[in-house]
């Protein structure tokens, strides 16, 4: 079954009719069960996004192959968000207009904060695939996310810095004040560094938008640090992590979830290498469910999947998981699509899951419940065209 677009703007603009509405009919009945996946395809986002489009594929591929939901094939609706606010909460209108279940997505925390409001209002589910801020569970009855909170994931790295380097005393922050996970991810940081009885010399600011970092890495330098920890997006995040090895930091570099992928290469090159950066996921995840992930991602890439490939899988798949076991009380046919988008989102919260990301559920707020973490360092090739991300647990 292939996947196909929402009607892009056109398609949120043009529905008068509002889409908890219409019946279920075509959602179920003998066609496709359909959900939505509105991540960023475009911007400088979409070094981010690109990965989650890969894993929802994957995932499409591999439930259809079981089957569908109880015999009804999985449609997905791509519908891309690009990287701010408006562009995410249009993808969430199309896809919601065009009648989907359940939506994956969007890619930031930023544009969760817009977006998930007009999809809890409208009452159809969403699973965060990659929004760890605080407070993303809490938008509303109908959110919830595959993508653990900066407060669980992130004191990992600094513990980790901390065996590679017990010496560590003085650190340094910097963070994108313009992002809301990474104004979050800060203050998670800065509370672990006090935490540790660690100095936190200095805290710097800078935006999403920025390319040019000298006052930001200048002050850094200067305050000696032996730990400098970034909180921002691949593209500002890896060109301060490059700008603070050209002015000669020698020392321990964390980056946050904004940094989780291999995009982030081309932007700092050799001086990526040796960045820590925490994880929600390892290739090494023993079950059956991530063995197949694993081989179908490789087979595509001749890679190891990320983070975020693994998080956007796992959300498509409790969708259909949940639907799955939905159907088997109450059959789909029998429910109007409001009906059926409040029985899925109660489904989701309710059941326990064998992932990618080893077995997960779901608190009432629907906070995911994971029980592992792990932190990856970036290992440059010699050459420093390319690299990986190599877990140190
Ligand atoms: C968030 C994130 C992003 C940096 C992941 C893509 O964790 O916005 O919450």
Known sequence: ???????????????????????????????????????????????LGQEEVIGARIAEKLVNADGGVNGRPVKLLFQDTGGDEIGAINAFQAVINAGVLGIVGPTLSQQAFAADTRADAAGVPVLG?????????????????????????????????????????????????????????????QATVKKKGLDLTLVQRFQTSDTDFTSQVTNIVGSKPQLVIVSGLAADGGNLVRQ???????????????????????VCGRFCDGILIAQAYSPAVDNPINKRFV???????????PQFTAQTFTGVQVFVDALRRLDKTKRLETMDLKTLRSELNSAVLTGTYETPLGQIGFDPEGEIKQQKFYVAQIKMDAGAKSGRFVLTN
């Not at 002015?247 to 570099?253: H, I």
């Open 1 to 47: 079954m292939s996947s196909s677009r929402a009607q892009g703007g056109q398609a949120a603009k043009s529905s008068g009719q509002p889409a908890a509405n219409a019946g279920a009919g075509q959602q179920v009945s003998g066609d496709a069960v359909l959900l939505g996946i509105a991540v960023a395809e475009t911007s400088n986002v979409a070094l």
């Open 295 to 305: 081989e179908a991602y490789n087979q595509q890439t001749g890679k190891q999947p």
């Open 244 to 266: 603070l090895r050209e002015l000669g930091y020698k020392g321990l570099v964390i980056g946050g979830n904004g940094l989780n992928t291999t995009n982030v290469l081309p």
């Open 129 to 189: 695939p990659s929004n760890t801020a605080k407070g993303i569970p809490q938008i509303g009855k109908f959110i919830g996310r595959v993508s653990a909170g900066v407060d669980v994931v992130a004191p990992l790295a600094v513990e980790q810095a901390l065996k590679l380097n017990p010496e560590v005393k003085r650190v340094a922050v910097a963070f994108a004040q313009n992002d809301a996970f990474s104004s979050s991810e800060t203050k998670i940081f």
